[in-house]
């Protein structure tokens, strides 16, 4: 049920454009009431991002795996994360026919634009949580923030990179290159203010 309305979702806000698409529209389309449509997303725009909470759950499990590990330095931990999530191929990792309409309909709304930016702060306060987990105090500090900042002003660089360059190309090969090579780059920059 929630993935068939996340799918209704997504096409009606790609074809129409985010603003223009009620909740009432979603819940015609996808043959359910519009309580039930709200059961599954608290806000509309939840069903847009609705990747997000995928992401989040592999995200916790990368910590969780960090914290039994105990060798890895957290950030490099969560660079190999990124690595494996695009091995694996995992749907928020993709670059493919479509994916340039997901950006081009999240830059026309200023809804999506917000929820995007809150997105990136709730990811970035989870980040530097994690990274504290290790310290004495377990509470992040100025440098830890720091370094989640830059984690997550990296990741969100990678992705629009990699949809410029698919959307140049189409082709996924090189936009995946493309997204791994900025996050390489970016975290090379958080170990050095780490060291700072």
Same mark, same amino acid.
């Given at each position: 049920m929630r993935q068939n309305i996340s799918d209704v979702a997504s096409r009606l806000f790609v074809e129409r454009g985010f603003d223009q698409v009620t909740v009432d529209d979603i819940a015609v389309a996808a043959d359910v009431s519009r309580m039930t449509v709200f059961n599954h997303f608290? &806000?509309?725009e939840d069903m847009f991002f609705d990747l997000d909470e995928l992401g989040r759950e592999d995200l916790h499990q990368a910590f969780e795996q960090f914290d039994k590990d105990g =060798?890895?330095? !957290?950030?490099e931990a969560l660079r190999l994360f990124v690595h494996q999530a695009v091995a694996e191929r995992r749907p928020y990792t993709r670059f493919m026919p479509g994916s340039e309409k997901f950006v081009a309909t999240v830059m026309a709304s200023e809804a999506l634009k917000a929820r995007a930016r809150a997105i990136r702060d709730e990811l970035t306060a989870t980040i530097a949580v994690a990274l504290s987990s290790g310290t004495d105090s377990r509470v992040p500090d100025t440098s830890t923030n720091l370094a989640a900042a830059l984690i997550t002003a990296t990741l969100t660089t990678a992705f629009l990179e990699g949809h410029r360059v698919? &959307?140049?190309s189409h082709d996924g090969e090189s936009?995946?290159?493309t997204f791994l090579a900025?996050? =390489?780059q970016g975290w090379r920059s958080v170990a050095v !203010?780490?060291?700072l």
């Open positions: 608290p &806000r509309k =060798d890895l330095q !957290a950030v698919f &959307r140049l936009a995946t290159a900025v996050i =390489d !203010a780490q060291n």
